[in-house]
């Protein structure tokens, strides 16, 4: 079967610094992508990493370890307007989303 | 910046009615997806649309469920006998290359009464 583990919900403090991982098994795989989505939107991406490594965008990261099937979306310098779901999601002919993970920001 | 554009924004039918979701995909984007999402959860993939066939559907992706690209523009999804399950957002979504980043339109919200 297919499935990507990413934890339900993450806390954190503004200006903080907050990861959120995810595993994946699936059967093809392209790369490994995260996605915002905040309440009522569309997901938006954020990130792809094919290879191996970390990728910056500004104050979020994305890395990925194939042997491990791994990655994780660090997110620096945290403002209330991060508040979202966040979700992996393998990149095959099609895109596979994990469940998302809730953060919550306070202040 | 080109975006995806969806409509309606709201759709609401009675059970066993017809809909049609509209999605203007990227104009140079030559592969086409639906996806949809039930209120809280994740994500699902129902087809993916390239050269003017499917190219893969999901298992959600039943006889009830048809797309089309009637014109060099849009790229609907027809359900033809809506289902109170049928109740979700649908988001279509575009991209230039079969493995490159796919841009999401706004979403339609499907109300099934």
């Known amino acids: 079967g297919q499935s990507l583990e990413q934890p339900s919900e993450v806390t954190a403090v503004e200006g903080a610094i907050v990861q959120i991982n995810c595993t994946y098994q699936t059967s093809g795989f392209y790369g490994l992508s995260w996605y915002q989505q905040h309440d009522g939107g569309a997901p938006t991406f954020l990130s792809y990493?094919?290879?191996?490594g970390l990728e910056e965008t500004g104050r979020f990261s994305s890395f990925l370890s194939r042997s491990d099937s791994y990655g994780y979306l660090l997110l620096q310098e945290l403002q209330m307007k991060d508040s979202a779901s966040y979700f992996c999601?393998?990149?095959?002919?099609?895109?596979?989303f994990g469940k998302g993970t809730r953060l919550h920001i306070l202040p | 910046e080109p975006e995806v554009t969806q409509t309606p924004s709201h759709q609401v039918t009675q059970m066993g009615q017809e809909v049609i979701l509209r999605c203007v995909p990227i104009s140079n984007h030559l592969y086409f997806y639906w996806y949809r999402q039930i209120l809280g959860q994740k994500v699902e993939f129902l087809v993916s649309f390239y050269n003017n066939e499917i190219s893969e559907k999901s298992e959600i992706f039943d006889d009830q469920f048809s797309v089309e690209r009637p014109d060099g523009s849009n790229f609907t999804l027809k359900i033809r006998s809506t289902k109170l399950e049928d109740s979700a957002m649908y988001f279509c979504?575009?991209?230039?290359?079969?493995?490159?980043?796919?841009?999401f339109g706004p979403g339609t919200r499907l109300t099934v009464l």
């Open positions: 990493n094919a290879l191996d």
């Open positions: 999601a393998v990149r095959d002919d099609k895109i596979i």
């Open positions: 979504a575009s991209t230039a290359g079969g493995t490159d980043t796919q841009y």
